[in-house]
């Protein structure tokens, strides 16, 4: 047993029992809890997703969907957060190095999934018209490909991206939670998938 006090000055006695569990969930528990939570909003998104928007000459354009701009901005705004605790000094606990590899692990991983995520969706402009795929690349020049030049087509549940790949060696990546990319990959032609 040993004594404290509560406010107001009386003294508690705390009785110490092995046979007392505690109430804190394990890491591995908050951890099924969160991949359980984020597969639940994932096949959401994939089930609501909305046909492509059409402009007024006739293309088909993916956009992003408002799953994909939370987890755009909850990223970037946790790495901007972690990135702030490690530029300036990190923890200073008596365990601070084995805390600021954490943080460092953390950073680096958030960094390279939002920075993979503007790529797919935010960094370039895919659109469709009859036989003719287009895409404007946030820093570049436009790309027109038919249909026909398509080399192979690969979508990966995993990463939640489609990959095409074209004759020239040139290809695409974007994400399969984009508003019409269903309605894109129905279009495609279906002998140049591959899982």
């Known amino acids: 047993m040993r004594e404290g006090l509560i406010m107001g000055g009386k003294r508690t006695l705390y009785i110490e029992d092995s046979r007392v569990r505690s109430w804190d969930m394990s890491p591995w528990i908050t951890g099924l809890i969160g991949g359980a939570i ?24 993916l956009h992003p969907s408002l799953l994909l701009h939370a987890i755009f901005i909850l990223g970037f705004g946790l790495t901007s957060l972690f990135a702030y605790i490690a530029l300036s000094g990190g923890s200073s606990l008596p365990d601070a190095d ?3 590899l954490y943080l460092a692990a953390l950073l680096t991983t958030l960094a390279v999934m939002t920075v993979y995520l503007w790529w797919t969706t935010y960094a370039q402009t895919i659109a469709w018209k009859g036989q003719q795929l287009r895409v404007r690349r946030a820093f570049g020049k436009d790309r027109n490909w038919q249909f026909t030049e398509i080399r192979s087509i690969k979508v990966s549940e995993f990463r ?23 309605q894109l990959l129905g279009r495609l032609p279906k002998s140049k998938r591959s899982s």
């Open 160 to 182: 939640g991206d489609c990959r095409i790949r074209f004759n020239d060696g040139s290809g695409i990546t974007f994400s399969s939670y984009l508003h019409g990319s269903k």
């Open 98 to 100: 084995a805390q600021n």
């Open 38 to 61: 984020a597969a639940v909003l994932c096949a959401l998104a994939l089930r609501n997703q909305k046909a492509a928007e059409i402009s007024r000459d006739g293309w088909k354009t």
